[in-house]
């Protein structure tokens, strides 16, 4: 079975720009994660959607945002962009969400210049 | 605040050399302690979910063990192909949201 897919896989980007990244989950899982992944703070939750409502939520600022769509894909977007955005950005889909193992995509790595 | 702390954040291994990875955690409310593995430039993928203290979870050179402040991850006669980075990961509840807290990783090398 196909796993998560996360699209583009590289992206560089000016700052003050936006940008949408895409993240299509395991067929039939419902819930999708986002997290953070750079060198000096590890991997941080951005925000969980289940079912097209988002249900959890990490201590980002308003820029990041995200919404998903009735087949459980997932758009993250990121607006008026900082150097320290610059990351790997990784997908986590799930059955259930709560307390069922989440598997990952290969992330999107973010250049913001 | 609820942490994760992993040790060692590094660790060279020669083949067929056992040893284990440590994860302790401080959290108000323990739901899943999970286990990933991490290759350069790849998403984690999964390895284990533990939830009690004295459960015990293993595949094929690996074992993951739970007590109740900390989680170990034996390596039993690594192969240079176990070399990575492991994660370890609590599931919590934070004002009322439920997230994974992510511990830095331990990023092992196992030489020929």
């Known amino acids: 079975k196909a796993g998560v897919t996360q699209t583009p896989r590289y992206l560089i980007k000016t700052r003050g720009q936006q940008v949408t990244l895409s993240c299509s989950p395991i067929s039939g899982h419902r819930s999708v994660s986002w997290y953070q992944q750079t060198p000096g703070q590890g991997l941080q939750f951005l925000f969980e959607y289940f079912s097209e409502t988002q249900r959890n939520k990490g201590n980002f600022p308003g820029r990041f945002s995200g919404r998903q769509f009735s087949n459980s894909r997932s758009e993250m977007n990121v607006s008026t962009l900082e150097l320290g955005d610059s990351a790997l950005y990784l997908c986590?889909?799930?059955?259930?969400?709560?307390?069922?193992?989440?598997?990952f995509g290969q992330g999107t790595r973010l250049t913001v210049v | 605040e609820d942490q994760v702390t992993q040790s060692p954040e590094a660790l060279r291994l020669q083949e067929g050399e056992s040893s284990s990875l440590n994860c302790s955690y401080t959290?108000?409310?323990?739901?899943?302690l999970f286990w990933y593995r991490q290759d350069p430039g790849k998403g984690p993928e999964f390895l284990f979910t533990l939830y009690s203290a004295g459960e015990e979870k293993e595949k094929e050179r690996l074992k993951a063990t739970l007590t109740k402040k900390e989680s170990f991850l034996h390596i039993t006669a690594p192969k240079p192909e176990d070399s990575a980075t492991y994660l370890c990961?609590?599931?919590?509840?934070?004002?009322?949201?439920?997230?994974?807290?992510f511990g830095k990783g331990t990023k092992l090398t196992v030489n020929p």
């Open positions: 990961a609590v599931r919590v509840t934070q004002g009322g949201s439920e997230k994974l807290v």
């Open positions: 959290v108000s409310g323990l739901r899943g």
């Open positions: 986590a889909s799930s059955s259930t969400g709560a307390n069922t193992e989440a598997f």
